[in-house]
Nanobody, 129 residues
Framework: QVQLVESGGGLVQSGGSLRLSCAASGFIPDGYAVGWFRQVPGKNREKISCISWSDGSTYIADSVKGRSTISRDYAKNTVYLQLNSLKPEDTAVYYC??????????????????????WGQGTQVTVSS
């Protein structure tokens, strides 16, 4: 089973940028997707962005659309989430996850926390005002 490790979180001022990394311990199968999600205490885990590992198709949630880019490095088995123009409401623990996408034809349909079963430990992002 692939294990994921997130990094790149930290404290940043409002308007700043961060690049989060999600490194897999082994090869991510071509039929899989990798997603980024975030969670604040007392709230449900929220989808941010997902990418199909094989064809690179992406989905970006409205909450970060225009401020975020997801990408993958096939050779490094790593997925990146670039976050720009950060706001205090972006403060959360950010998680990456992976799972098979064989059952659906769209990355948007896949990009829901309930569809992922292999999760990293999370990285804290704090945006100060």
């Amino acid at each position: 089973q692939v294990q994921l490790v997130e990094s790149g979180g930290g404290l940043v001022q409002s308007g700043g940028s961060l690049r989060l990394s999600c490194a897999a311990s082994g090869f991510i199968p071509d039929g899989y997707a990798v997603g980024w999600f975030r969670q604040v205490p007392g709230k449900n885990r929220e989808k941010i962005s997902c990418i199909s590992w094989s064809d690179g198709s992406t989905y970006i949630a409205d909450s970060v659309k225009g401020r975020s880019t997801i990408s993958r490095d096939y050779a490094k088995n790593t997925v990146y989430l670039q976050l720009n123009s950060l706001k205090p409401e972006d403060t959360a623990v950010y998680y990456c996850a992976t799972d098979s996408i064989w059952w659906t034809s769209t990355i948007e349909t896949m990009c829901r926390p309930v569809n992922f079963h292999s999760w990293g430990q999370g990285t804290q992002v704090t945006v100060s005002s």
